[in-house]
């Protein structure tokens, strides 16, 4: 089991930056893929960007690129995302999710990630 420790919601008007931090607790990030969900009042969770276990591979989902960075620091044992030029249209619960992928596989689905975080609120204001 592994438990995902989310921080760095808040509010924010549109065009500004927010840096989410993720950590896994008790373990270090060894060969978990990880991943930032999202899921926005009345809609379902929706993938936002993901990174495989060596940071090479990341992927992003079209709303976000070039707004959005996903990275990972082994050493500090920290996930980050880091959302520039945020819309109104970001507004939502962010969660970090964990997958074990040894392969260099970024899921982009809610069901390829088995471990998540409790969610932090992100609320862009126009």
């Known amino acids: 089991q592994v438990q995902l420790v989310e921080s760095g919601g808040g509010l924010v008007q549109a065009g500004g930056s927010l840096r989410l931090s993720c950590a896994p607790s008790g373990r270090t990030l060894g060969m978990l893929t990880m991943g930032w969900l999202r899921q926005a009042p009345g809609k379902e969770r929706e993938f936002v960007a993901g990174?495989?276990?060596?940071?090479?591979?990341?992927r992003y989902a079209d709303s976000v690129k070039g707004r959005f960075t996903i990275s990972r620091d082994d050493a500090k044992n920290m996930v980050y995302l880091q959302m520039d030029n945020l819309k109104p249209e970001d507004t939502a619960v962010y969660s970090c999710?964990?997958?074990?992928?040894?392969?260099?596989?970024?899921?982009?689905?809610?069901?390829?990630?088995?471990?998540w975080g409790q969610g932090t609120q992100v609320t862009v204001t126009s």
């Open positions: 999710a964990a997958n074990w992928d040894f392969r260099g596989v970024v899921g982009t689905t809610t069901r390829e990630y088995t471990f």
């Open positions: 990174v495989d276990w060596r940071g090479v591979t990341t």
